[in-house]
């Protein structure tokens, strides 16, 4: 056979059949096994990686505490819904008559058009503190309910009861309300807010944004303490966190690694239009409450101790005049005659750091320090004068708003600064110009009376020339126990105002 038909024969058909075959099927086994590789090979290193079993018991334990607090928590954590009803008259129809549209109506007596009322619905958060003869007493914050008309509660077992205010406070934003069931549900503990520093634990109960988040938990650290500041012109010292606290969670609790209570949730800081979450939390401490508790259920309201003073920060010129660079603490300009503070013998100018031994590092905490003290108490108060630190006792006395705001005791009732170059500047004094610039003048004062006005230049106080803000005060407390005047340079000319007679 010749090598044509070699080529040509069915056995060597069938040969190069199946050689093509074993080829095309050895590149397709090729190519898979080529893109199965990487899966195989993460499969292979997936199965290799071990969790180290003991930082996984770390982590299932402290899972098993926060699980804990909540279980431990949520049965003592309300849901405040308020509503409050508005009246008001409903606005006059128009008849079309181009005069009363333009001008209103002529000849006609008052309107009689009907009242049309208004409910708006609220949203808060509270705490269960306390259980007196079947009555639960919760906390919350005075803004989840002020003005609201009804009130009721819910609690996490879906139970709802109707609740009555005991009592409320705008200055540290408080409320206690009480609610009467024969149900079961366990009181908070309340922790040491003393105790807090700053990297704790912080976890935020509460019911944000609406009933559909109602009783949510959420954790994160103690970001601050002593932080002042808050809206409304609250006088707390309030803990920072930053476990996410959104609107609805005011007046919930903010809880330690151990289940107590170590502040109420107030307020949020944020920059989201609407007032979104950011990580800037704030909560009222709770040893701020506890009294607060108390005087809520035997009074009604809560009882301030009052000094008699009006507190100003001074500023860097005023600071160094006084010798209280880096001190802390708070600068009493004004004194109220007759009050604990003038028979106790703090005088304006007096710089005070600390009540009974605790710093009062600015005007928030002397506010809330006094505060707290009774009526009756005697306190020491820390202050310096003329650059040397005294202690001074003062027995405190009942706050009320008609003794707090009576400016006619207020002593002297102007507020100053010295004369510094960029005063000199800004209103274009000469450079010898000497005496301090008057700030403000509180109407009703001493000050007001004898003539004083917002711009004067005072050179000399009962007669002895002022050459800075420390002889001001000096002068203050020396020469005005009777009587108190002025020399002054208003404009061009020099006058002397009224004279004001003390009574003591």
Sequence with gaps: MNFVQKLSSKNLFIFNLVLIGAIFGFSL???????????????????????PEGALAIAEELQSVFRAVSEKMLPSVIEIQTVTVRRRQQTPRFDGI???????PRDRGPSNEPEREFRS??????????HINGVYFAITNNHVIDDATEIKVATKNGNEYTAEVIGKDERRDLALLSFRTNDFYPVAVLGDSDNVSVGDWAIAIGNPLGQQFSFSVTKGIVSAVGRTGGPGGNINDFIQTDAPINQGNSGGPLVNIRGEVIGINTWIASNISGGGNVGLGFAIPVNNIKRSIDEFIEHGSIRYGWLGVSLSDPSRETSIALNLENRRGALAAQVFLGSPADKGGIRPGDFITHVNGRESRNIQQLQMLVGDLKAGENAVFTIIRDGQQMDIQVRIEERTDEVASNNSRLWPGVMVIPITDQVRQNLNLSDNAIGLHVLQVLQGTPSDIVGLRQGDRIISVNGENITDIASFYRLLREKTSTELWFEIQRGDATLETLRFRRER
């Excluded at 086994?29 to 969790?51: D, E, G, H, N, Y």
């Excluded at 181009?98 to 209103?104: D, L, S, T």
């Excluded at 619905?121 to 306390?130: C, F, N």
């Design 121 to 130: 619905q609220g949203l808060g958060s509270g705490v269960i503190v306390r």
């Design 98 to 104: 181009p005069w009363e549209f333009f001008f209103g």
């Design 29 to 51: 086994a090729f190519l898979s096994f080529s893109c199965s590789t990487p899966k195989a090979r993460a499969q292979t290193q997936a199965s290799t990686v071990i969790i």
